[in-house]
């Protein structure tokens, strides 16, 4: 595993700055002032973020951390499924709407778990879904879980990182709530790889806890970073995106982050 480029998140950091200053914290109080501290101290010694992920797959692959049920895999918060749902589907609607694509038939759902998305909104309105999980444990559950839809699904046990989808193949790559787990480069070649699986006219789609008062947010419990809506646009013109839509979630509980639908699609114009 190569050693994280300082320099990209250097040039990051100075993008960031044009709106604002950077205040970023983490789940035991510290105060952060830039990105390359905060990364520093998250990875130590070891540059090349192999415990900063290693941490991140024990924590999911443990069964008393995370259950396979809803509450499992959402921390405790299974029922807000129907509001995310709703939303979701909400989303695609106008996506659709909105473009030349007529449906959506290959899908990928990266960081899957268990396949709660799959099961309750891509798999009612997609043909055939492939779920991108690392943890076998989850994957394994998922069949039960789905049902008998799961006959339409394929199972892609890898990590994001590894994720590298043949060209022209998914009309939609659905993200949820697991692109916290990716150090910054990781996050830009991720979806970099993504764009690059994509049919014409297809479409990424990430939903993820937006940081409301902090440039980002550390939780040292399951390696993950909460990032502004700033940080993530800055994220995605260095992967070579652009926003196509954007939506808030909208009916969930008042004590969770804001979460964020953003569609983005290839920009020939953004970062190399």
Same mark, same amino acid.
């Given at each position: ?10 040039? !990051? ?8 200053? *950077? ?21 130590? @010694? ?10 991140? &797959? ?16 959402? +921390?405790?918060? +299974? ?15 106008? !996506? /659709? ?16 778990? !268990? ?5 309750? $909104?891509?798999?009612? #309105? ?10 076998? #444990? ?6 039960? &879980? *789905?049902?008998?839809?799961?006959? #339409?699904?394929?199972? *892609? ?30 996050? *830009? ?19 993820? @806890? ?16 909460? #990032? %502004?809506?700033? &940080?993530?646009?800055? $994220? ?6 652009? !926003? ?12 969770? %982050?804001?979460? &964020?639908?953003?569609? /983005?699609?290839? @920009? ?5």
């Amino acid at each position: 595993m190569p050693t994280f480029d300082r320099d990209l998140i250097e040039s !990051i950091e100075r993008c960031l700055l044009f709106f604002g200053e *950077i205040s970023g914290t983490d789940t035991d109080d510290r105060i952060y002032d830039n990105l390359t501290d905060m990364w520093d101290f998250e990875l130590g @010694n070891n540059s090349t973020g192999s415990t900063w992920y290693s941490k991140a &797959y024990d924590y999911w692959e443990s069964e008393e951390n995370c259950p396979v049920t809803d509450d499992g895999v959402l +921390g405790g918060y +299974g029922h807000v499924t129907d509001a995310d749902v709703k939303d979701s589907n909400a989303f695609l609607d106008e !996506i /659709l709407a909105s473009s030349n694509l007529k449906s959506f038939e290959k899908v990928a759902d990266c960081g899957a778990g !268990i396949g709660r998305v799959s099961k309750h $909104l891509l798999l009612p #309105r997609c043909a055939n879904v492939d779920l991108v999980e690392q943890s076998p #444990r989850l994957l394994q559950a998922s069949a039960e &879980y *789905i049902g008998p839809d799961s006959s #339409r699904t394929s199972c *892609i046990c890898t990590n994001l990182r590894d994720f590298t989808p043949e060209p022209d193949t998914y009309d939609l790559i659905w993200v949820q709530w697991v692109v916290g787990h990716l150090h910054d480069e990781d996050f *830009i070649l991720f979806f970099r790889n993504c764009a690059r699986g994509l049919k014409p006219n297809g479409v990424i789609v990430l939903k993820d @806890n937006c940081a409301d008062d902090w440039t980002f947010v550390v939780d040292k419990t399951d390696s993950s970073v909460s #990032r %502004s809506s700033e &940080y993530m646009k800055i $994220l995605f013109d260095f992967a070579g995106l652009k !926003i196509a839509l954007a939506k808030k979630q909208t009916d969930f509980p008042t004590e969770l %982050s804001s979460v &964020y639908m953003f569609a /983005l699609v290839p @920009n020939d114009t953004g970062h190399k």
